[in-house]
């Protein structure tokens, strides 16, 4: 199970994320509590090396944010609305985490992040709709995840993996070392062989 910890703000939360095992970290740039900067977001990557993909998280960015992204925090993967993509130049190495809010049609990516409406408000997504896709790409599951619900969600909706941000959080914007080891814990151990059945 794919396991992202978003919205990462403090090198005690880096840490954590990284000592847990987490697959991806995330690091936001856009209007929210978690929001760093480039540089900011440089820093605090600084330990995950090859431990971890770093994930710079927008919506609807302009072309100059991006660049200034690219350069300073140098992430491995953008992930931001699945039509912002369209948009934005990119370079060809950079990997690419589209966004879906809601079932529509035409071509799926060969992996999409799905959430609610609304980013890091701890809204639940749509777990029917998520279960559908999941069935036909590798679908990272957000939105409202936290270490009591996160078992029920892997049950509905069979998902390639997890994303949480404000799950892992004693208040908005700061990340809780304790619930972000015990959110891993938990994915980790209900999506063992056998656990989900």
């Known amino acids: 199970m794919w396991i992202k910890i978003c919205g990462l703000s403090s090198a005690e939360a880096v840490a954590a994320a990284l ?3 987490a697959d991806a970290l995330g690091f936001v740039f856009t209007d929210s509590p978690r929001r760093v900067t480039p540089l900011q977001a440089a820093r605090l990557a600084a330990p995950i090396g090859g431990r971890a993909r770093r994930v710079a998280v927008a919506r609807h960015p302009p072309q100059q944010l991006v660049d200034a992204i ?3 925090f140098a992430p491995e993967v953008l992930q931001t609305d699945a ?3 369209a948009g934005l130049t990119l370079p060809a190495s950079l990997g690419r985490l589209p966004v879906w809010r809601a079932s529509r ?3 799926l990516p060969a992996r999409l992040l799905f959430e609610g409406a609304a980013s890091g ?3 639940l ?3 029917a709709a998520a279960r559908e896709l999941a069935r036909r790409t590798e679908l990272v599951l957000a939105g409202g995840l936290n270490c ?3 078992r029920e969600a892997l049950r509905a909706v069979a998902p390639f993996g997890v994303d949480v941000s404000s799950g892992v959080e004693d208040e908005p914007g700061r990340k809780s070392p304790a619930l972000i080891a015990r ?4 994915v980790r151990g209900a999506s063992a062989p056998g656990n989900l059945s």
Do not use: H, I
Not at 183 to 186: D, L
């Open 70 to 72: 690219l350069a300073d």
């Open 125 to 127: 997504s749509d777990w």
């Open 148 to 150: 009591a619900n996160v």
């Open 105 to 107: 049609g035409g071509a």
């Open 83 to 85: 039509d912002d993509f």
């Open 19 to 21: 000592e847990s095992g």
């Open 121 to 123: 408000r701890g809204e």
């Open 183 to 186: 959110f891993v814990a938990t």
